[in-house]
């Protein structure tokens, strides 16, 4: 079935430092790609999607393009900030299916 | 637009007990999904919905769960008897199923733990 794997965590890093979080998948057909984000305490919120291959997401200074040919997606920031730390989750789906999750990886930013 | 509201947001109860979620998704969403976070298994769907009826209820663990959804507006997610291996994150979410890349916007949770 399909599948998805995200670099192990924690990450640990100081304000304004490159931050790269790998992930990689493996599915059938086509899917759609996210990265979420969970703050302590709170729900997941959608940080970024792709829906087909060689498409960016793109938000709050974080980009991931969707690489068919990698079957990666991974996530970028080129200047974390101590609000970025959080949880991040690498996902995917089917369209109109439930998503298919990483095991999340935390981000820990140190001023 | 309130997003998605989830009910209780801790829940303690001890072995053996009932134990009722509730979740309202966002209004004019079709397709509502509950999912599970621990620390061993990550988050896992337990079953989702879509236009009220339920399409894939592979991830509920045993006959002990069940998850109703009435009507478009209001859904549960009933443990009974609970255990404490039950202890554990419920996430409910919504999305409108419009295609591909529809966004799953999640509600807060509910912390359940039993003892």
């Known amino acids: 079935g399909d599948s998805v794997t995200q670099m192990e965590g924690p990450v640990t890093l100081s304000e304004e430092a490159f931050l790269t979080i790998n992930c990689t998948y493996t599915a059938t057909g086509y899917p759609s790609l996210f990265w979420y984000v969970q703050y302590p305490g709170e729900g997941l919120q959608l940080l970024l999607k792709a829906t087909k291959a060689d498409d960016k997401g793109s938000n709050k200074g974080f980009e991931a393009t969707y690489r068919k040919e990698t079957t990666s997606f991974h996530l970028e920031k080129g200047s974390v900030q101590v609000s970025d730390s959080a949880v991040y989750f690498c996902a995917l789906n089917q369209a109109g299916t439930a998503l298919i999750f990483g095991k999340g990886t935390t981000l820990s930013v140190s001023s | 637009d309130a997003g998605v509201i989830q009910s209780p947001r801790h829940e303690v109860t001890e072995m053996g007990q009932e134990v009722t979620l509730r979740c309202k998704p966002i209004?004019?969403?079709?397709?509502l999904f509950w999912y599970r976070q621990t620390m061993m298994r990550g988050l896992e769907l337990l079953i989702y919905?879509?236009?009220?009826?339920?399409?894939?209820d592979s991830g509920m663990p045993e006959d002990r769960f069940s998850a109703k959804m009435p009507n478009a507006s209001f859904s549960t997610l009933k443990i009974q008897p609970s255990e404490p291996r039950d202890s554990a994150v419920y996430f409910c979410?919504?999305?409108?199923?419009?295609?591909?890349?529809?966004?799953?916007?999640f509600g807060p949770g509910t912390r359940l733990t039993v003892l």
């Open positions: 919905f879509n236009n009220n009826v339920p399409i894939d």
């Open positions: 979410a919504s999305s409108s199923d419009r295609g591909p890349g529809d966004t799953q916007y």
């Open positions: 209004s004019g969403h079709n397709s």
